[in-house]
């Protein structure tokens, strides 16, 4: 006689992580590099350019 059989569960999924693809990160205009913010400013690391906004009057 065999053993009853244990109901099948799906396989774990990995954790997802939230970051959004390498794709969709903002670039600064001036050189390319990944902007970050500092003191609620866009600032490019590479170069350091303030990358403002469209509603403080600058591009974009």
């Known amino acids: 006689m065999r053993p ?3 109901p099948r569960t799906p396989p774990e ?3 997802r992580t ?3 693809p390498a ?3 903002p670039a600064c205009p001036a ?3 990944t902007l970050i913010e500092v003191k609620m ?3 490019c690391s ?3 350019t303030i990358c403002e906004t469209c509603c403080e009057g600058g591009p974009g």
């Open 46 to 48: 590479r170069c350091r």
């Open 23 to 25: 794709s969709c990160l």
């Open 31 to 33: 050189c390319g590099g």
């Open 13 to 15: 999924e990995p954790p």
């Open 4 to 6: 009853p059989e244990r």
């Open 41 to 43: 400013k866009l600032v």
């Open 18 to 20: 939230e970051a959004p």
